[in-house]
């Protein structure tokens, strides 16, 4: 009897755990737009257009491949609005009453799946470079689960930037290479982009039509949506952006958006590129001599480090982890988060930014956006809920340990060993936002002072006994100990002055 092999919209990968293990002369491959995953989170109106688009076109493929392929687009009369309803609706049709999966990558969907009346194998996601087992293990024992001891494991598994048993240049990292400021400008045009065919204006027209009022633009659209288009831009990056990517990937400018950034990460959430072809060709370029080892190094990072260890954070920790609030943060999410109207220039320009093109880098997440939310003591729920609604590659396996564990310290300290907090003089030394801002970044107090200045301190202040014993912020502790009791009074005062007023 046939069976139903179900190919979610970010598992478009011709070898997924569920196609490999199906029949393509027996099997039925099922694929549904449906309205439950467009919907439980507001999602940006360019993410679900890209992620539609690269659906409709990966099943056209297997089609082609001679698959028998199930497709239903969101506007069809019969959709059922679930993905299990999909199969359910399927199963009947067909007379199948056994689904292959793979693994989905929110907790939320696997446990719909596994509450369907029909037997289901569901498989591991293989499209890593680490499985659960063995994080698992590695993790076992360990009192800090710190990513670097974890990415030097990925080296040594994949052989990536390895001379023997060494890592290349006798370094495992090169961090401190690649936190220049920003540059005077960028010989960079940004990522390769594609316009729009006939299937991609389909979806962009039925999506402005069912989600024309969500946050952010969905025109112009220019992302790759399929595998031939992912590998061109992956391509373009190596060969224009590669060389200099390492220096200036924590930088930020007012009138760059994209800087040296591959922007490759949507591609890669959704299968259409595999993470060791991409690491592959930016070993390739250094060896080559035609990226340094800095760039490529802290490129490959990213993705068999960083992307590997918050996936495997996120099965580990469990359906709970992301409504974790350790620091016990209640405020609302500000109403400029959704239209980007804040006299802070770094944040206007992040959130501009996101409403426009559905991206913003990680140093723009992580310290623009994530720091404020985290010194204004917001929801941590409300921020998860936030970057994954807004994001174009934002998946919740990537998204809540990045925002819960990282950015908001909700977890408690399973990913970071400190809060990723910073007065505005980071973002000064990063970006060249506070040359054009209202506010003044080296006032400290009065009227023009710049806010993360104030909420800075007093974030310290106000969990000073959760971090003053955190050894790396004994010094910050310190100073705060040492000034002036009136100056710390003000600062104190006009923080929540601030506050009252965002509320």
């Not at 002072?449 to 006994?465: I, V």
């Amino acid at each position: 009897m046939s069976r139903l092999v179900l190919v979610l919209g970010d598992q478009l990968t011709d070898t997924v755990a569920a196609l490999a293990a199906s029949d393509k002369d027996s099997d039925i491959v099922v694929m549904a737009e449906v309205s439950d995953e467009a919907t439980y989170v507001q999602h940006h109106p360019k993410k679900i257009a890209f992620i539609f688009a690269a659906m409709r076109k990966f099943a056209k493929r297997l089609r082609d491949d001679g698959w028998d392929v199930r497709y239903t687009q969101l506007d069809d009369s019969e959709n059922a609005g679930s993905i299990p309803g999909e199969l359910l609706r399927r199963a009947e049709e067909t007379g199948a009453s056994e689904v292959i999966a793979t693994q989905p990558g929110e907790w939320r969907l696997i446990e719909a799946l596994e509450d369907m009346p029909l037997r289901l194998t569901m498989l591991p996601d293989d499209r890593f470079v680490s499985t659960q087992e063995e994080f698992d293990a590695w993790a076992e024992g360990r009192k800090a689960l710190r990513m670097e001891y974890f990415y030097r494991d990925m080296r040594r598994k994949t052989g990536l930037l390895m001379d023997g048993d060494q890592p290349e240049g006798g370094k495992w990292n090169y961090d401190a290479e690649n936190r220049k400021p920003a540059p005077e400008d960028i010989a960079f045009s940004g990522p390769m982009q594609f316009t729009p065919d006939d299937t991609v204006e389909e979806v962009l027209d039925l999506v402005e039509a069912r989600f024309g009022n969500s946050f952010g633009q969905l025109r112009p659209f220019w992302f790759a949506t399929d595998q031939t288009q992912a590998r061109r831009a992956l391509t373009h990056f190596i060969t224009y952006a590669l060389p200099r990517f390492g220096d200036f990937q924590d930088a930020m400018m007012n009138d760059n958006r994209f800087l040296y950034h591959a922007l490759i990460s949507p591609y890669l959430n959704v299968g259409l590129l595999d993470p060791m072809e991409v690491c592959r060709a930016a070993e390739e370029a250094y060896k080559d001599g035609h990226a340094p080892l800095n760039a490529v190094e802290g490129f490959i990072r990213q993705i068999i480090g960083w992307r590997e260890y918050v996936r495997r954070i996120y099965f580990r920790e469990g359906p709970d982890y992301p409504r974790r609030n350790a620091l016990n943060h209640q405020r609302k999410l500000p109403e400029f988060y959704w239209t980007g109207e804040t006299d802070m220039n770094c944040l206007s320009k992040a959130i501009t930014q996101t409403a426009e093109e559905a991206y913003a880098h990680h140093i723009q997440r992580l310290m623009v956006t994530g720091n404020f939310a985290l010194l204004a003591g917001i929801n941590p729920h409300e921020v998860h809920e936030w970057y994954l609604r807004v994001y174009i590659d934002a998946f919740e396996w990537v998204e809540a340990p990045n925002v819960i564990g990282m950015s908001q310290f909700a977890d408690d300290g399973i990913i970071a060993s400190k809060p990723y907090v910073s007065s505005g003089a980071y973002i000064n030394r990063m970006s060249d936002y506070c040359k054009s801002c209202r506010y003044k970044v080296n006032d400290k107090t009065g009227p023009d002072a710049c806010p993360f200045n104030l909420l800075y301190w007093q974030f310290l202040d106000r969990h000073s006994e959760k971090f003053s014993g955190n050894q790396r912020m004994n010094q910050i502790y310190a100073n705060w100990r040492r000034m002036d009791e009136d100056r710390k009074k003000t600062i104190l005062s006009e923080a929540e002055a601030f506050l009252e007023n965002l509320s």
